[in-house]
């Protein structure tokens, strides 16, 4: 089993920044792959950072240049910093762990930005 705990969330102006931290606890493999999603009321759930069996992050058009994700394995914590922030990136920030043929999820971070 994995926990899967997302932090640093909170109301930002547009044009700001937030950096969303994922710390990971349990049996983690070592070729767990990390990903963000989000969330908006009325809408599914949707990817915004997802790394590659290959290692690579792809990120979601919307937020590419803005939004960088990465991780620290000795610490089991997993990034998005968020720049640049725009009206339309608010909502629930998923943090997702994959391995095997298991997935994990957190609880989601709220991010609202306001003009």
């Known amino acids: 089993q994995v926990q899967l705990v997302e932090s640093g969330g909170g109301p930002v102006q547009a044009g700001g920044s937030v950096r969303l931290s994922c710390t990971a606890s349990?049996?983690?493999?070592?070729?767990?792959?990390m990903a963000w999603y989000r969330q908006v009321p009325g809408k599914s759930r949707e990817w915004v950072a997802i790394?590659?069996?290959?290692?690579?992050?792809n990120y979601v058009d919307s937020v590419k240049g803005r939004f960088t994700a990465s991780r620290d394995k000795a610490k089991n914590t997993a990034f998005l910093q968020m720049n640049n922030l725009k009206l339309e990136d608010s909502g629930v920030y998923f943090c997702?762990?994959?391995?095997?043929?298991?997935?994990?999820w957190g609880q989601g971070t709220q991010v609202t930005v306001s003009s």
């Open positions: 790394t590659t069996g290959g290692g690579n992050i």
């Open positions: 997702r762990l994959i391995q095997s043929d298991e997935v994990y």
């Open positions: 349990g049996n983690i493999h070592d070729d767990s792959r």
